[in-house]
C-alpha cells in the first residue's frame, strides 16, 4: 500500500527555471513531511521540511509548500542549477522515525 | 567525523542463500533504521533499533531479522533469499529524543540474488 506517491518519475528543466516536484499522500495521520536528494552511489540526504502546522517552509532556493486538504505537497527549486540533477524523494511520517517514502523523481537540469 | 558506513558495498548471493549486512551509525547516534529500495522505487522501512531491541518493523517477513550491538552499531540478516530480495538496503541513523530529519543515511549496500 503506497501512502506516498509522486507520479512524475522524471522532470528536465532548464538551467535558472523553476523545478516543481509534486506529492501527494494518503494517509492522515502523517503529521511531518521530509524531502531527500539522492544521487547514485550516495544515500539520500535531508534537503527541506514541513511540520503540517505550517503550509510553507523556505530554504534558500527551495521552498516546500503543504496542501492538508488536497493531502498534496510539492518542493519548488528557484533558481535550478546544474548541481541539483538527482533524484528527489518526498517522504512522510506519522510522529515517529518511521519514514514512507514515495518512487523519487529524477530532475534533470539542462545547460 | 565519519557518517553513517555500511559494508560490504556490493554483494551477489544465490536464492536460498542467508546474508548479512552491517552498518555503523554516525557518531553519537544510537538508533538504527534499515530500509530496501527496489528499483525503480522508493526506500520501505524495514524496522528499528533502539538499546539492542527491535523498536518498530515495516511489512517484512520474519526472514528479515536484525541486530544491534553496545557501540550502536547494527546487522541486517536475510535468510532463504528471494530474487524479489535484490535491491539496495540503506542503513540510517538517528538520535533518540533528535528532530526527524536528522536522520542520516549511508550508502546503502546493493545485493543482487540470483
Known amino acids: 500500500d503506497q501512502q506516498v506517491k509522486q507520479n512524475s518519475p522524471s522532470l528536465s528543466v532548464q538551467e535558472g527555471r523553476i523545478s516543481i516536484l509534486n506529492c501527494d499522500y494518503t494517509?492522515?495521520?502523517?503529521?511531518?513531511f521530509l524531502w531527500y536528494k539522492k544521487y547514485p552511489a550516495e544515500g539520500p540526504t535531508f534537503l527541506i521540511s514541513?511540520?503540517?502546522?505550517?503550509d510553507k517552509n523556505e530554504d534558500g532556493r527551495f521552498t516546500v509548500f503543504l496542501n492538508k486538504s488536497a493531502k498534496h505537497l510539492s518542493l519548488h527549486i528557484v533558481p535550478s542549477q546544474p548541481g541539483d540533477s538527482a533524484v528527489y524523494f518526498c517522504?512522510?511520517?506519522?510522529?515517529?522515525?518511521?519514514?514512507?517514502f514515495g518512487a523519487g523523481t529524477t530532475v534533470t537540469v539542462r545547460a | 567525523d565519519a557518517g553513517v558506513t555500511q559494508s560490504p558495498t556490493h554483494l551477489i548471493k544465490t536464492r536460498g542463500q542467508q546474508v548479512t549486512l552491517r552498518c555503523s551509525p554516525k557518531?553519537?547516534?544510537?538508533?538504527v533504521s534499515w530500509y530496501q529500495q527496489a528499483l525503480g522505487q522508493g526506500p520501505q522501512f524495514i524496522f528499528q533499533?533502539?538499546?539492542?531491541?527491535?523498536?518498530q518493523r515495516g511489512n517484512f517477513p520474519d526472514r528479515f531479522s536484525g541486530h544491534q550491538f553496545p557501540n550502536y552499531s547494527s546487522e541486517l540478516n536475510v535468510n532463504a533469499l528471494l530474487l524479489g530480495d535484490s535491491a539496495l538496503y540503506l542503513c540510517?541513523?538517528?538520535?533518540?529524543?533528535?528532530?526527524?530529519?536528522?536522520?542520516?543515511f549511508g550508502p546503502g549496500t546493493r545485493l543482487t540474488v540470483t
Open positions: 533499533y533502539y538499546e539492542e531491541e527491535e523498536r
Open positions: 517522504a512522510a511520517s506519522a510522529n515517529d522515525y518511521k519514514l514512507s
Open positions: 494517509n492522515s495521520m502523517f503529521d511531518y
Open positions: 557518531s553519537g547516534h544510537d538508533t
Open positions: 514541513i511540520s503540517s502546522i505550517k
Open positions: 540510517a541513523s538517528s538520535s533518540t529524543g533528535g528532530l526527524i530529519y536528522e536522520q542520516y
